[in-house]
Each structure stands twice: as structure tokens, then as C-alpha cells.
């Protein structure tokens, strides 16, 4: 077995120790390669005193990373006995009990991510805490194996097992990431001419500018989507993580809303009340009933507006803080989602960690961010079909067929990772039997799935005039409105871009100046905007030129400078099928990954991820079916991130 150099070092060390440290991987590397198994203590005789332990922890992260790897289960147990502070200081330093009673778990990404720098002393306490740094230090596998020259597990002789995704959406990308990391050969289907599917989908404005169709939000507790844009490089196609809500009453009132010094789950107190927009015992109601919330188990089966009412929430507390929640983060209204579904977004992703609902955005489209993924797919050498569209995929013992136009191709496995409503039409089991019966009773149900209906109303002025990059609106037709983020590179968008000077607020750039005809001086600024509806089949058949009017003269009703500033050309863009509907009882017609078959995974938001639809979903669904194709091999490995540790006193407070 070869081994090959994979991540790099981050960097807590000085300069001259970083370089003796890649020395001394590269030593231990050349070790494990021929077959040796030195201690890694014999390594560490150069190293002077204060640092032994913090190199110590990054070679036994590297042994960790590099048994895991071939499969074995490391014996390191002896480095612990002679050092049993360690153990208690591991669990502080990565916030889990197990990383202390089972030191592999050290393989595993450390909970924190900002890396000290080790204390150089020669006190015991220090050492263990400069092990875990050391540790923390090596990020990913820096040591893996070459899987070129591995048995069969299944396919032909020498060879991995070759794996086909079928959609190119977050659910296929991240399946097809995931089995890549696991050394599995894949190849990638995708219908469309762009991967990215309903996060991909872009739309072009009168400017010439391309943005997304819909803006898409994600949060710092969606830690698998942050994980997988990390791992394929596209950490800096995002803003930076953002902690301020500017919430808009109805009277232009803009309360923000951000997390406080608190520690969680008090964390978010200061902020309800600010709220001046909500009378006091509003909001005094609505944080007793956001602590019940956490306190209580999620239900399935009730609606959230049922739960609500048990809890006394008046109609102030529920159109000015609870709906406009709910109905951009799960397409729908109280009276159609279930309180666990609920109960997710207020617990798991504002309260229980500070950083849980910290906002991310593409800096310029969430199309470029997917592009990215996808040239990181090719650089692995995955062949990466665009614009072929798989018309069914056969399952049998051995294997799946797919058939697309040009013929049938044989897999060892393949994930279906296509929407609720395509999967009925893609799998197909030919001859009668009672695996046929159950795939199609589990699909049918699936393809029944409530579904909500997304919209964003494009809008462009004249002049820029909005104060802020982003606002959530209450009670007003859509949820949130944007400005956008312009691209300089767009067609259309002049070289010479540059944010306009009301920019102080702004994370983003947001107009754009259009090139005019050929003269610089013709060259004008546009402020282009997006007001984003969920749940729009709530409000009836509206027309495109109806919903425009109505959005636009709500946003001058609260900010008159939209009403001045010379309106130019809205486009709407709308999701007939945008997200399935987390409605009570919903999770029982979301299958798991292997529920129809072992060789035909499922996965995509809807399936049985844990999650509401949304990007974050997707994503698990993916490592999800990987892992099952996994576990079929007979290798376990558990591919979801950690949670965001859970605050002490939340644990203490609401278990
Ligand atoms: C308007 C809108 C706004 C949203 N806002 C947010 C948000 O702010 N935050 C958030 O987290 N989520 C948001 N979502 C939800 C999010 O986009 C989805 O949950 C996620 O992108 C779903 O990914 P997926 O891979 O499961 O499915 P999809 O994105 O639907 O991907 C499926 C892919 O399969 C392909 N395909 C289908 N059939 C075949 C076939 N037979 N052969 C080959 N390929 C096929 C499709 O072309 C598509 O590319 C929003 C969705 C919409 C539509």
C-alpha cells in the first residue's frame, strides 16, 4: 500500500518549527510506507520540550487519519495511559466526550475551528492542551491511501466500485464529493446543460445582469453544506457569516436583530427586545414560549399553529415574529407545518448556539459557488455528463442499469438524487415482484409530497436606493428583500464597476452600472433588488404585473426613497415546486436512502435527511446514501458533520 500527501498544516506554529514539523510528516511518511510502525514518540526526540505535545498531537492526528483510512482501528491507547490529564483536556478542547474515550474520533473535523496558538510550557496541563492544537493543526487527511492498486470489492478485477448519480443538484454533488473522498469511481448524470438544480437556476435582468433566480440563504447550523463548500474550495465565493436581522414592520420600523453576548439560550433575549415594534408582553410571551419550545419534544404530527395556540401566542406575537420565520425557512404558514418542523428552525438554528443562525450567502450567485463544486469534481477526474437525462435506472443483485439516449450503462450502484416528483418516473423495476410493490407504494407516496410554491420579484430602478443589503418584511407580501449583488464580469456590466456610494451597510456590492452606448458618460447606475415570496400559493392566482404592483408599492410604502427612484423593469420568477411542505405528519412519506433497494440509493432534499427542504438537506441526503453504499460494502463510516456544539448552560437549561 502507497501512501500520498493530502491536506496541509494549518498554521499555529513559528516558521522554523513548521518546517521541522513537514519534515517530520514527511519521516513518518516514508515510515508508514515501508511497512514501519515507529512510535510516534520516536519521532518527536528532535523537537524541542515546550512543543513536544502539540507536534505530538499533530503526527497522532496524521496516525489516526491514516488508520481510519486503510480501515483499522488505531491502538493508541498506550499514549493515553501515559498521559491521563489528556483525556479531560481532549474533551474540553473538542467538546466531545467520545473524542476522549475513543482518541480515532480525532480524525474527525475538531468542533472548534479557530486553532491556538500552543502555549510553550512545560507543565502537564499545558502539553495536553497543546496536544489537542497539535492535533487540531493537521486538517483532513494528509496521509491516504492509494486506492489504485485495491482489491475488487465489486465490478470488475482491480477495480473500486463504480458509482453513478443521477442529478446534479446540492443532493448529487455532494453524494458524488463524498464518494469520491471515499475513493469510490463515479460519474455524474445531469438533465440540465449546468448543474446546480433549483439552488443552480439563475435569471437574467434588464441590465444584462445574472443573478440567482432566487436568492438562497443558508445558516451557520447548516454544518454539512458549510463542510462541503470548505472542502471544495468555495469558502470565499460566500459572505462572510452574518449575525444582523434588520426585521421592517409594517410602519418601516427596522428593529435589528442579533445575537448578544449572552450565552445561549439567552443569547437572543436582548434582541427580542429590541423588538420595539411588538408590545412588551409580546415579546415577554414569545421568549417563555421559545424556552417551552426547546424544552418540548418535536412533534410531527402537530401543526405549529396548534402549538402555538396551547401556548398562548396572540395574533401580534405570531404575524410579527413567528410567521415570517416559518414561512421563509419552511414555505408555508403555521397552520401547515408540523411544531417539529418548526421547532428545528427556533431551536436547532437560533437557539441553541450563537453561531447556529448566523446568515451566508453566495457573494455573487449561488450558480458560481456550484460551478466551482462541479470543476472540483472534474479536477478528481469524474466524468460529469451535463444535458443527459437518464430515463430510467434498473436495479438488479449485482447492480444498476442506466438508460439514457445514448444506451444502457452498468454501475455497481447508483444514488438517485432527482426531485420527489421524477423519481417514480426514473426507477423501474421490470418484472412483478414484492420489491416492485414496496418501491412503488414508497414513491407514490413521495411523489405526493405537499409542496410550496417559491417566487422573487426582480425589480430595477434607476437609481440605488436601498439602505441595507438584506431586510425581512412583516406582513407584507414577500419575506425577505435583497439588494443585489452585482457581477462585474456579467455581460452587460461595465469593467469599470464600482458600489455605490450609499454602500456603509453593504457586505455586498448591490447595483450595477450598465455599459450605455459606447460613452463613458452614458454609463448609468441601476440599483436592481429581489423581494423573495415563500409560500406564494397562499395567496391565490396572482398575475406577474399584479404581484409586481404589489410588491412595489409595499416597499415605497416603507421606504418612500423606492417610490422616487425611477422604476425600470421587474422580472418574476417563480418555483412552481420549490420545496415539499414540512407538513404534520409529512416524515413518514420521506424514505431513507436504502429504502427501495441496496445497489439504487436515494437521495435529494425530500428523502429522509433529518432535515426541512433545504440546501443543507440536499447535502446530507448525499453523504447519506454514500454512507449506505458504504455500510453495503461493508464499510462503516458515519459522513455527516458534528452538530454545532450545543451552549453548557442551554444544556443545563433545556437539556
Ligand atoms: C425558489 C427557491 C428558493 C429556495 N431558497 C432556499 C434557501 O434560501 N435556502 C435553502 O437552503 N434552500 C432553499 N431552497 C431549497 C433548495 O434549493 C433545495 O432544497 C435544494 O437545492 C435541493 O437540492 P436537490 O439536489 O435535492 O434537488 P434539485 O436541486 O432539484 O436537483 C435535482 C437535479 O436532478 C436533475 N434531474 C432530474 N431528473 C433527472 C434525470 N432523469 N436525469 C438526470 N438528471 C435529472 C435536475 O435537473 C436537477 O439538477 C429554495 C428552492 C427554491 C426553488
Known amino acids: 500500500m502507497s501512501l500520498s500527501s493530502g491536506a496541509p498544516l494549518a498554521d499555529p506554529f513559528p516558521p522554523e518549527l513548521r518546517e521541522q514539523i513537514e519534515e517530520l510528516l514527511d519521516a513518518f511518511e516514508r515510515d508508514r510506507q515501508a511497512g514501519g510502525k515507529a512510535p510516534i514518540t520516536t519521532f518527536l526526540e528532535s523537537v524541542p520540550s515546550p512543543w513536544r505535545a502539540a507536534v505530538f498531537g499533530v503526527l497522532l492526528r496524521a496516525e489516526c487519519e491514516y488508520l481510519a483510512d486503510i480501515g483499522r482501528v488505531p491502538d493508541i491507547s498506550a499514549y493515553f495511559d501515559r498521559y491521563p490529564e489528556f483525556h479531560a483536556i481532549l474533551r474540553e478542547e473538542f467538546r466531545c466526550a467520545?473524542?476522549?474515550?475513543?482518541?480515532?474520533?480525532?480524525?474527525?473535523?475538531?468542533?472548534?475551528?479557530?486553532?491556538?496558538?500552543?502555549?510553550?510550557?512545560?507543565?502537564?496541563?499545558?502539553?495536553?492542551?497543546?496536544?489537542?492544537?497539535?492535533?487540531?493543526?493537521?486538517?483532513?487527511?494528509?496521509?491516504?491511501?492509494?486506492?489504485?492498486?485495491?482489491p475488487t470489492l465489486c465490478g470488475g478485477a482491480g477495480e473500486s466500485p463504480r458509482i453513478a448519480i443521477v442529478?446534479?443538484?446540492?443532493?448529487?454533488?455532494?453524494?458524488?464529493?463524498a464518494a469520491v473522498e471515499q475513493g469510490l469511481r463515479v460519474e455524474l448524470f445531469e438533465a440540465r446543460s449546468r448543474c446546480g438544480g433549483r439552488a443552480g437556476l439563475t435569471i437574467s435582468l434588464a441590465s444584462g445582469l445574472e443573478v440567482d433566480?432566487?436568492?438562497h440563504l443558508s445558516l451557520g447550523c447548516c454544518t454539512n453544506w458549510l463542510d462541503l463548500i470548505a472542502r471544495t474550495g468555495c469558502t470565499e465565493l460566500l459572505s462572510p457569516p452574518e449575525g444582523t436581522y434588520r426585521f421592517v414592520s409594517p410602519a418601516g420600523q427596522v428593529c435589528r436583530f442579533r445575537a448578544g453576548r449572552l450565552p445561549p439560550p439567552l443569547h437572543l433575549w436582548p434582541a427580542l427586545f429590541s423588538r420595539t415594534d411588538l408590545s412588551f408582553s409580546t415579546r415577554w410571551s414569545i421568549g417563555s414560549a421559545l424556552m417551552r419550545l426547546a424544552r418540548s419534544p418535536g412533534r410531527s404530527e402537530q401543526s405549529f399553529a396548534a402549538w402555538l395556540a396551547e401556548h398562548g401566542q396572540t395574533p401580534q406575537a405570531i404575524a410579527g415574529f413567528w410567521t415570517p420565520v416559518v414561512i421563509s425557512a419552511l414555505g408555508d404558514d403555521i397552520e401547515h407545518v408540523s411544531q417539529a418542523a418548526a421547532r428545528q428552525v427556533f431551536v436547532d438554528g437560533l437557539l441553541a448556539s450563537a453561531e447556529a443562525g448566523r446568515m451566508v450567502f453566495a457573494r455573487r450567485t449561488m450558480s458560481e459557488v456550484i460551478q466551482t463544486v462541479v470543476r472540483w469534481l472534474e479536477t478528481k477526474n469524474v466524468p460529469i455528463h451535463h444535458g443527459t437525462v437518464v430515463q430510467s435506472a434498473q436495479p438488479d443483485e449485482t447492480g444498476v442499469v442506466l438508460r439514457t439516449g445514448s444506451g444502457d450503462k452498468r454501475f455497481d450502484y447508483a444514488v438517485s438524487a432527482v426531485p420527489w416528483w421524477q423519481v417514480e418516473k426514473l426507477v423501474c423495476f421490470p418484472s412483478p415482484s414484492a420489491e416492485r410493490e414496496k418501491a412503488r407504494a414508497i414513491l407514490r407516496r413521495a411523489a405526493e409530497l405537499p409542496v410550496g410554491t417559491v417566487a422573487a420579484v426582480h425589480l430595477t430602478y434607476r437609481r440605488h436606493w436601498a439602505r441595507a443589503a438584506h431586510a425581512v418584511l412583516i406582513d407584507r407580501v414577500g419575506q425577505w428583500f435583497f439588494a443585489e449583488a452585482a457581477d462585474p464580469a456579467a455581460p452587460g456590466v461595465s469593467?469599470?464597476?464600482a458600489p455605490?456610494?450609499?454602500?456603509?451597510?453593504?457586505?455586498?456590492?448591490?447595483?450595477?452600472?450598465?455599459?450605455?452606448?459606447?460613452e463613458e458618460s452614458s454609463r448609468k447606475r441601476v440599483g436592481c433588488y429581489q423581494v423573495v415570496i415563500s409560500g406564494l400559493h397562499r395567496l391565490g392566482d396572482l398575475s406577474d404585473a399584479e404581484l409586481t404592483a404589489k410588491v412595489r408599492s409595499e416597499l415605497a410604502a416603507i421606504w418612500p426613497e423606492a417610490a422616487e427612484a425611477g422604476f425600470l423593469d421587474a422580472r418574476v420568477a417563480r418555483h412552481q415546486r420549490a420545496v415539499f411542505v414540512m407538513a404534520p405528519g409529512v416524515d413518514r412519506d420521506r424514505p431513507k436512502a436504502a429504502a427501495i433497494n441496496d445497489r439504487l440509493l436515494l437521495a435529494g432534499d425530500w428523502t429522509d435527511s433529518g432535515w426541512p427542504a433545504t440546501m443543507e438537506g440536499a447535502v446530507r441526503s448525499g453523504r447519506l446514501a454514500v454512507e449506505a453504499i458504504l455500510g453495503h460494502l461493508g464499510r462503516t463510516a458515519s459522513l455527516l458533520s458534528p452538530e454545532l456544539p450545543r451552549g453548557l448552560l442551554f444544556r443545563l437549561l433545556l437539556g
Not at 456603509?504 to 450605455?516: F, Q
Open 98 to 150: 467520545e473524542a476522549a474515550r475513543d482518541p480515532c474520533l480525532l480524525s474527525a473535523r475538531p468542533c472548534r475551528d479557530e486553532i491556538d496558538q500552543p502555549r510553550p510550557s512545560s507543565t502537564e496541563s499545558a502539553a495536553a492542551a497543546n496536544l489537542a492544537v497539535g492535533a487540531g493543526a493537521l486538517r483532513g487527511t494528509r496521509l491516504r491511501r492509494d486506492t489504485s492498486a485495491e
Open 213 to 215: 433566480f432566487c436568492r
Open 495 to 497: 469593467a469599470a464597476f
Open 167 to 177: 442529478g446534479g443538484g446540492w443532493a448529487g454533488l455532494a453524494a458524488a464529493v
Open 500 to 518: 455605490p456610494a450609499q454602500s456603509v451597510e453593504y457586505s455586498v456590492p448591490s447595483s450595477c452600472i450598465v455599459a450605455g452606448r459606447g
